[in-house]
């Protein structure tokens, strides 16, 4: 079956440490990937795409990569802040064939001073 | 910077009761989403809209769903008979093409009791 998994419910880390995200997919051969936020009782957040030529994508302290081989991303926030704190969704776009995103559960993260 | 809008904020209604979830998506694009959140779960794709029409519509998109773009801006979810399991978050989501980000509504809570 396909699925989307991201490997941890919750992540707390020490301010100024790199948290590192990690996004799995199972048959599925996305032509790209995508990363959100979410705060309580709001909508997704748009953070960063990457396609599937592509390894690495990078916006000020956010890295991106995508390994199409391990059928993997992994998502990394640098410097990280207590306002990073935040549930960070990965979504995927299933093929050609469809324009709607597929997002996993979500990984809660939890930056503390 | 545009953004999607999402009326109510917070809508409680009666099982069996219908209800209208309004949405005016950014003014430039073209595709049309809704995705709903029940709590603590994942953010699940219901229907996509484009053209007009319906392009895709997941499983839980049953015949007691409909949307419709009523007018150049607007884009409605109808629930014609709302049951306990419809209470969750309800967010609308609109695209510029299939290559760009999703932007979403801060969502409507929908509570059926």
């Known amino acids: 079956s396909q699925k989307i998994e991201q490997n941890s419910e919750a992540l707390n880390i020490q301010e100024g440490k790199t948290a590192t995200l990690t996004c799995n997919y199972t048959?599925?051969?996305?032509?790209?990937l995508q990363w959100y936020r979410q705060d309580p009782g709001r909508g997704p957040v748009f953070l960063l795409l990457i396609r599937e030529n592509e390894k690495e994508k990078r916006k000020e302290r956010l890295k991106v990569t995508f390994d199409t081989t391990l059928k993997q991303s992994l998502f990394h926030i640098t410097a990280s802040q207590p306002a990073d704190s935040a549930t960070y969704l990965c979504?995927?776009?299933?093929?050609?064939?469809?324009?709607?995103?597929?997002f996993g559960t979500g990984t809660r993260l939890q930056v503390f001073p | 910077e545009p953004e999607v809008t999402q009326t109510p904020s917070h809508q409680v209604t009666q099982m069996g009761q219908e209800v209208i979830l309004r949405c005016v998506p950014i003014?430039?694009?073209?595709?049309f989403y809704w995705y709903r959140q029940i709590l603590g779960q994942k953010v699940e794709f219901l229907v996509s809209?484009?053209?007009?029409?319906?392009?895709?519509k997941s499983e839980i998109f049953d015949d007691q769903f409909s949307v419709e773009r009523p007018d150049g801006s607007n884009f409605t979810l109808k629930i014609r008979s709302t049951k306990l399991e419809d209470s969750a978050m309800y967010f609308c989501a609109s695209m510029r093409d299939p290559n760009s980000p999703l932007h979403f509504g801060n969502g409507t809570r929908l509570t059926v009791t």
């Open positions: 979504a995927l776009h299933p093929g050609s064939f469809t324009d709607k995103l597929i």
């Open positions: 809209f484009y053209n007009n029409e319906i392009s895709e």
């Open positions: 003014s430039n694009h073209l595709y």
């Open positions: 048959n599925y051969s996305p032509a790209y």
